[in-house]
């Protein structure tokens, strides 16, 4: 009787054991081996991902393991939704698009809590423009991120964008031109950030965020209210523009339905290269305080595997040794995700479940 107890038992475990194990490794364990793990390769092949991870996805899902437990997350391919919504763009993701700051100029001082953007795209930009579709929520976007908060989506660049109850004191604005899923361009150019102060601009960040419905911040020329956000209060680190510098971008938010089976991890390197590339930093991810993993090129990664709740994502700059590469406290960051994978029938838009950030 006892003895057919263990025996069950250990077949139980057995059987989990092997569950695990079908998942694939991809990502690298650590040393730079000199070889990316990533398969770009094979968006032109239209070879569909991930269809190994979505199936171990479903059994933690089913099993309601806590999110704080270990995800057993593995790399994927570009979801076969991203490959499709890129060949329906044409050249727009061979676009090299370069923006300028008109507004504020590097080291203004603005006496308004209110701090209004303006930007200037140019470059070779083969159709690209930034643009909410009404209908699905999404488009070109630029993402706008002041001191090292989670970035705000702005889609008109027609019209101002306002960073709103900005606090007094010195602050960071960094720019980069995105695709609707996020995707960073990583061209020369594309990434822009400036200093600016605040000074009595009455910021109150007590009072709970306010709507934009401040109909005379908007120009006389337009019926629509700006586009902006409430920020939260920050002040600038003590960044060095000429040394490197790792801006988080992706993931951020929420993430549901399809759009929860594989995340991108995405973010903006300047005044360096990673060791793929050539360079000599690599980027160390952790999700959840777990294992560390590495980013030797620049260029998106897609994991898969999410349980279900709420998780962090750490990058960080390091050293070919591992070492920490500090630049004003911005090259290591970390950010809380939530992820909703409930397995409901492929959503129609991707993306739409962001919030169209
Ligand atoms: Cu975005």
Redo the contacts with the bound molecule.
Sequence with gaps: MKLTKILMLLIGLALLAAACQRQPTQMDPGGYTGTNKTNNTHIRDGIKPGSESSESGGEHNSSGENAAGESHLSETLRPQKIADMMIGRGEQDQAAPVLKVITPANGATVGSSTVKVKLELGGDLKGYKPMKDMATGMGN?I?VILDNQP?E?YYNLDQEFELRNVTDGEHSLRFFP?RPW?ESYKNDGAFQIIRFTVKNGGADNSKPATTNSNQMMSSAKTSAPPEGKDMQASTAGAVDMTKPLLTY??PKGEYKGADAENVMIDFWLSNGKLVGDGGEYRVHYTVDGGEAKYIDKWQPIWLSGWTNGKHTVKLELVDKNGNPVDNGGYNSTTREITVMNNNAPAASHIGNSNGG?
């Design positions: 976007h993402h970035y989506a995105s996020h971008s992706r950030h």
